[in-house]
């Protein structure tokens, strides 16, 4: 699991669906959710959880995207297996790691050094825990 914390800074909810809105360096990331515990609010911070194999990668991305959550970041580093491919991304001081097939690594020649774009669904993001200042 890829963990990351950024602070709560919009909380939206129709009957008892729940979009929550984040800062994370300036960047804005939603999460979509049936429940919240009491303790999410505004202004907290939260540490924030997603599978890697919930993680896209794009490379060269042109055009708008029905994704909400969009984070350019570096490829660290890059493991090719006979199937998958692990790639480890850094933003600032967060690390996310997303597990993609080995043929669309090489179909779009990721390398170590690379801008890409991590694309996470607000759906497949979730808060882990609720930090305490």
Do not use: C, H, Y
Request: charged fraction near 20%; charge should be negative.
């Amino acid at each position: 699991m890829s963990q990351f914390v950024a602070t709560i800074t919009k909380i939206n909810n129709v009957d008892n669906l729940n979009i929550v809105e984040f800062d994370f360096f300036g960047l804005t990331l939603k999460m979509m959710s049936l429940d919240l515990n009491d303790d999410v609010q505004i202004g907290k911070k939260a540490r924030l959880v997603v599978k890697p194999s919930n993680i896209s990668i794009g490379k060269n991305l042109s055009g708008e995207l029905s994704l909400s959550n969009k984070i350019v970041a570096t490829i660290e580093s890059l493991e090719n297996g006979q199937l998958l491919s692990s790639v480890v991304l850094r933003k600032n001081d967060t690390t996310f790691e997303s597990i993609i097939t080995v043929d669309s690594s090489k179909r779009m020649n990721l390398q170590i050094g690379d801008e890409v774009t991590i694309l996470i669904k607000a759906s497949n993001l979730s808060i882990w825990e609720i930090l305490n200042d």
